[in-house]
């Protein structure tokens, strides 16, 4: 085969003949490289294959045999050289370089096996990439959740930053983190919520529900009993954790945890209650229990930017301050339950000393029989300093008003006058016990359905 070459692999092994054209197609196949050492037949040394490629060798190299010097041996000890003229030295003999040739290059041409680590490597590479890159997307992916949430959230907020109701006189100026969210969104049923708030951060919900004094005791534990079961409604198996004190505006208020689970997941949320006048008032706030402490933060934060004017309040202060002098036998206290249930019913006040006399009545079974003695015993010494004939008087229009009975404007007038002055006769302390049975009598008759 003319311009036979012959290529040695880094692993020491050799293949060949070939021409020049294997050659060049082993290269492109990526078999052999630039830098692969060739021999062609009849050169003396190898070559690097990108020397050969662009030399273009085609023909035959000549090979430059050296030639070495064969020198004459040295003369033999203790004779001289006759002191003749130099002979010529010998001319030099040409001794042909031994050929470096490949050790036992095969004839047969076969084309070099790629090197295994040309494959192995890139795909490792590719597989070290995929899997980081895989590895990278499912680090982010609770973040990439946390926003999608987070803004699905935010398109159902409101621009504004504070929430006033004059009605109720309600304030709210919203802390950080905290967003008012439009009626229509979907995250909880709530129709009658004076408001709806939402903490995109936390997905944490907050709404307040405002009802007008219903029937049944009105103390803040009992208000919370009812605000804990309305949220059952909309809470399949919560359950209350405890209860504590808590302020709203400078309000006295009652606060309560509770717990339940939603989709697998536990939710925890707190009630506040608080009244202002007439209206009864409930926060609720809940949220992911994975979150409760920042939750409950978030929490504390909304409640101390709640304000109250109290409206309701002052228009209870302002009516009873005008009636209570007129009803002697009552407290201040059962004075200003009074004027709520009428105010809250949308009644007018100015007849409460009349129809407190109605109140008492109804309760008046509330009271143990040495209480309803004792009772009898007070009144007794308010109709003892009367005429026959006035205490005769007072007891008939005394039963006409607790009937319900209509009476003339002036005759009612009198009576009222004249029951009030003895009453205002009695000592201190005994009108004081007076009326401390008639608060409890007014309780229990407000209670009533």
Do not use: C
Not at 68 to 74: D, E, G
Not at 203 to 228: C, T, Y
Not at 351 to 358: G, T
């Amino acid at each position: 085969m003319a311009n036979a070459y012959t290529v040695r692999l880094p692993d020491g092994k050799e293949y060949g003949p070939a021409d020049l054209e294997a050659l060049r197609a082993w290269k492109e196949e990526g078999r052999i490289g630039s830098d692969t050492l060739v021999w062609r037949e009849g050169a003396t040394d190898w070559r690097p294959l990108s020397q050969v490629m662009e030399t273009g060798e085609l023909h035959a190299e000549v090979a430059l045999e050296p030639t070495v010097t064969v020198k004459r041996p040295p003369p033999a000890a203790g004779h001289e050289t006759p002191p003749t003229a130099a002979a010529p030295a010998e001319s030099p003999k040409p001794v042909a370089a031994p050929r470096p040739r490949p050790a036992g290059p095969s004839r047969t041409a076969r084309r070099p096996r790629p090197s295994p680590w040309r494959i192995v490597v890139p795909i490792a590479i590719l597989a070290a990439l995929v899997a980081g890159g895989y590895a990278w997307w499912m680090a982010g992916r609770p973040a990439r959740e946390r926003q999608r949430a987070e803004a699905f959230i935010k398109s159902f907020g409101l621009p504004d930053r504070r929430f006033a109701d004059e009605l109720l006189g309600l304030r709210l100026d919203l802390p950080a983190g905290w967003i008012l969210l439009r009626p229509d969104s979907p995250f909880f049923h709530a129709p009658t919520a004076k408001l709806r708030v939402a903490h995109p951060g936390l997905r944490a919900f907050g709404r307040i529900q405002a009802e007008v004094r219903p029937r049944g005791p009105h103390s803040l534990d009992a208000m919370l009993d009812r605000a804990v079961e309305d949220w059952r409604l909309f809470a399949a198996g919560l359950v209350e954790q405890g209860r504590s004190e808590a302020s709203v505006a400078g309000t006295p208020a009652r606060k309560a945890t509770v717990t339940w689970s939603a989709d697998g997941q536990e939710i925890r949320g707190t009630v506040v209650v608080w009244r202002d006048g007439w209206n009864e008032l409930a926060l609720l706030v809940w949220g992911p229990g994975a979150s409760a402490t920042e939750v409950n933060t978030a929490t504390d934060a909304l409640v101390s930017q709640l304000q109250m004017a109290g409206v309701a309040a002052a228009r209870i202060k302002a009516a009873a301050d005008a009636v209570a002098p007129a009803i002697p036998e009552l407290s201040r206290a059962s004075v200003e339950a009074l004027v709520e249930e009428r105010l809250a019913a949308g009644k007018p006040t100015d007849d409460l000393p009349d129809a407190s006399l109605r109140v008492v009545s109804r309760g008046l079974r509330a009271l143990t029989g040495q209480e309803s003695q004792e009772m009898g015993q007070i009144y007794a010494q308010v109709y003892k300093p009367l005429k026959e004939k006035e205490r005769a008087r007072l007891a008939a229009w005394l039963a006409q008003v607790r009937s319900g009975a209509a009476v003339p404007p002036e005759e009612g007038h009198a009576m009222r006058q004249a029951l009030s002055d003895g009453l205002l006769a009695l000592p201190e302390d005994v009108r004081a016990h007076l009326q401390t049975l008639n608060e409890k009598a007014v309780t229990a008759a407000l209670a009533q359905p």
